[in-house]
């Protein structure tokens, strides 16, 4: 539920806003952890190529289109969230 809000249906986005975003903010969340970088290094790179010149776009003849749903998503923004609603409640993760 506390991450709802932030991955509503319909706002997926294969570069931009996936399953490694949600399981970095999910891991945040429940653990303090953020999933290791090297797991997203292929879509940070996809979505580069593609805000620049649109590459994944055409090597996949138009089959990815960015979702305007996922416009202005930024799973560093998420964290930061979770962590001040963290800290207003007192949560501190377990070592």
Request: charge should be positive; proline fraction near 5%.
């Amino acid at each position: 539920k506390a991450l709802g809000p932030f991955f509503p249906r319909g706002s997926y986005d294969l570069l931009r806003k996936n399953c490694n975003s949600f399981s970095d903010c999910a891991l945040y969340c429940l653990l303090d952890a953020r999933l290791d970088p090297r797991y997203r290094s292929l879509e940070k790179l996809g979505h580069a190529a593609d805000e620049q010149a649109c590459l994944v776009q055409i090597f996949t003849d138009g089959c990815y289109r960015p979702n305007p749903a996922a416009d202005g998503f930024d799973v560093e923004k998420v964290v930061r969230m979770i962590r001040g609603a963290k800290q207003q409640l007192g949560i501190v993760a377990m070592q």
